[in-house]
T-cell receptor, first 110, second 112 residues
Framework: DAMVIQNPRYQVTQFGKPVTLSCSQT?????MYWYQQKSSQAPKLLFH???????NEADTPDNFQSRRPNTSFCFLDIRSPGLGDAAMYLC?????????FGQGTRLTVV | KQEVTQIPAALSVPEGENLVLNCSFT??????LQWFRQDPGKGLTSLLL?????REQTSGRLNASLDKSSGRSTLYIAASQPGDSATYLC???????????FGKGTRLHILP
């Protein structure tokens, strides 16, 4: 059974139109992460939560925001997607030294 | 700040060969080191996770080792097959900041 679930798997959005990607977990892990992975590149950490404490990476653009309303859910909001934001977005969780990744959401910007 | 490096960046070998992929990390304060496989356009598939207290993990033809003191991990693939062709990524989960930091990956091509 999938433990970190990302929806949708594929998302097409228009240039400049806000879009939200979602992630849920059944593991009750206290840390959740969002990564951006562009073609042929390593996943890049955008931000992570330790419980409700939000940790933003210094080079994450302001266009990217996140919400974690409870332990199980975490959202990635892209306020005004540009063509350069087309990528795979990966959600992950960790606790007690174990880490799990979702299957990712592939975002296309048209 | 943790940095993870993978060598080589790309590798092509004939089918049947045994091979080793290398991963190094600068900060040894890690919870674990994880190896992933990624096929083109797909998400990550976890292969092996080695906790910081462990030295190695095995799954089928795969064996991963961890030497925290030297900041190194290796992924050994025995009797390689064309289906093993993919990008292999290693990632370290840091104790100081709970961040999972990835290497840039090794693109592996197994020649039939």
């Amino acid at each position: 059974d999938a433990m970190v679930i990302q929806n949708p798997r594929y998302q097409v959005t228009q240039f400049g139109k806000p879009v939200t990607l979602s992630c849920s977990q059944t593991l009750n892990h206290n840390v959740m992460y969002w990564y951006q992975q562009k073609s042929s590149q390593a996943p890049k950490l955008l931000f992570h939560y330790y419980d409700k404490d939000f940790n933003n990476e210094a080079d994450t653009p302001d266009n990217f925001q996140s919400r974690r309303p409870n332990t199980s859910f975490c959202f990635l909001d892209i306020r005004s997607p540009g063509l350069g934001d087309a990528a795979m977005y990966l959600c992950a969780t960790s606790s007690d030294g174990f880490a799990f990744f979702g299957q990712g959401t592939r975002l296309t910007v048209v | 700040k943790q940095e993870v490096t993978q060598i080589p960046a790309a590798l092509s070998v004939p089918e049947g060969e045994n091979l080793v992929l290398n991963c190094s990390f600068t900060d040894s304060a890690i919870y674990n080191l994880q190896w992933f496989r990624q096929d083109p356009g797909k998400g990550l598939t976890s292969l092996l996770l080695i906790q910081s207290s462990q030295r190695e993990q095995t799954s089928g033809r795969l064996n991963a080792s961890l030497d925290k003191s030297s900041g190194r991990s290796t992924l050994y693939i025995a009797a390689s097959q064309p289906g093993d062709s993919a990008t292999y990524l290693c990632a370290a989960l840091g104790m100081r900041d709970d961040k999972i930091i990835f290497g840039k990956g090794t693109r592996l091509h197994i020649l039939p």
